[in-house]
């Protein structure tokens, strides 16, 4: 997908998401670290039904701007949902079960993927 187009989405998520009160809005540029998206955006909501009005919501915006999901593209569980948007994933959380994946800690900037080698790996 074109850069330009990407992040003409991100930003539609990402407004969508504001709109729906999500907290702690997290987009990670992932390009050449993950083989199967190029942007990760994790959020938090409260309670499952706030979760699953925010992934409605993303359909929508998503849609709106030109990516119109596949029907298998959002699995849903009482504590996470997941779109899979191709070259955006979308992951949105419960408080509880974003602090058990810690999903910032595997992608973010501060992780062993992106980080110094150790002076025992340098050898």
């Known amino acids: 997908m074109p850069l330009d187009r990407l992040e003409i989405l991100v930003e539609a998520a990402r407004k969508s998401l504001e709109d729906d009160k999500a907290e702690n809005i997290l987009v990670l540029d ?5 083989d199967y998206t190029d942007r990760l955006i994790i959020a938090t909501g409260q309670v499952e039904r706030q979760l ?3 992934a409605s ?21 009482p504590d996470w949902v997941l ?11 419960r408080p509880d079960a974003r602090e058990l994946y810690r999903l910032e800690r595997m992608w973010g900037p ?11 790996a340098r050898g």
């Open 110 to 120: 501060e992780s062993p993927s992106m980080t110094e080698p150790s002076d025992a």
């Open 30 to 34: 992932v390009t050449g670290r993950a």
């Open 57 to 77: 919501h993303l359909d929508e915006a998503l849609g709106k701007a030109g990516l119109h999901l596949k029907r298998d593209s959002i699995q849903a569980s």
């Open 83 to 93: 779109i899979d948007a191709g070259d955006l994933v979308i992951h949105l959380f």
């Open 52 to 54: 699953q009005a925010m």
